[in-house]
């Protein structure tokens, strides 16, 4: 073990262009609430969370969309309650006309019980919504590498 213990995430910083788009996506879509904002003009943010808890920071300072092929965040992933809640999940992004990497739920690779749905928020920036178990029987995009690898 490391002689600074055992990490685990916190929350995650993300970028956007639009804080009033993103904040309509991320709350509505996603069900995040806001805990915490910023609207000072040319340094807006938003703290995002469950129950009170940080999740998501949402900070307007890109100047463009997310690019995947630059170094930096690959996807985010939130895990669902049940492979139900993915399904419900991707009804709700599906209603709204949200771009897809995938159509419906995927195993994360070839014979896997986990799995889920893979989307992008309103700037680009690569989602998922999985859950642990339930997934089994679905195909796996790509049999040779993770699902959530290349998209």
Same mark, same amino acid.
């Given at each position: 073990?490391?002689a600074?213990?055992?990490?685990?995430t916190g %929350?995650?910083?993300?970028?956007?262009?639009?804080?009033? +788009?993103?904040l =309509?996506?991320?709350?509505?879509?996603? #069900?995040?609430e806001?805990? @915490?904002? #910023?609207?000072?003009?040319?340094?807006?943010? =938003?703290f $995002?969370?469950?129950g @009170?808890?940080l999740?998501?920071?949402l900070?307007?300072? /890109?100047?463009? =969309?997310?690019?995947?092929?630059?170094? @930096?965040? %690959? %996807?985010l992933?939130?895990?669902?309650e049940?492979?139900?809640h993915? +399904?419900?999940a991707?009804a /709700? $992004?599906?209603a +709204?006309?949200?771009?897809f990497?995938?159509?419906?739920?995927v /195993? %994360?690779?070839e014979?896997? =019980?986990?799995?889920?749905i893979?989307?992008h928020?309103?700037?680009g920036? +690569?989602?998922?919504?999985?859950?642990?178990?339930?997934?089994?029987g679905a195909?796996a995009?790509?049999?040779?590498a993770?699902?959530c690898?290349?998209?």
């Amino acid at each position: 073990m490391s002689a600074i213990g055992t990490l685990s995430t916190g %929350h995650i910083g993300i970028n956007v262009t639009d804080i009033e +788009r993103s904040l =309509a996506f991320y709350g509505e879509v996603l #069900g995040f609430e806001v805990i @915490g904002e #910023g609207k000072e003009e040319g340094q807006r943010f =938003a703290f $995002l969370g469950q129950g @009170g808890k940080l999740v998501v920071t949402l900070w307007q300072q /890109a100047e463009g =969309a997310y690019d995947s092929g630059r170094a @930096g965040l %690959h %996807h985010l992933a939130f895990e669902a309650e049940s492979i139900d809640h993915v +399904r419900a999940a991707e009804a /709700a $992004l599906k209603a +709204r006309d949200v771009s897809f990497a995938y159509e419906g739920v995927v /195993a %994360h690779r070839e014979g896997a =019980a986990s799995g889920g749905i893979f989307f992008h928020d309103p700037d680009g920036t +690569r989602l998922e919504i999985y859950a642990p178990t339930g997934a089994e029987g679905a195909e796996a995009p790509n049999e040779s590498a993770p699902t959530c690898g290349f998209f």
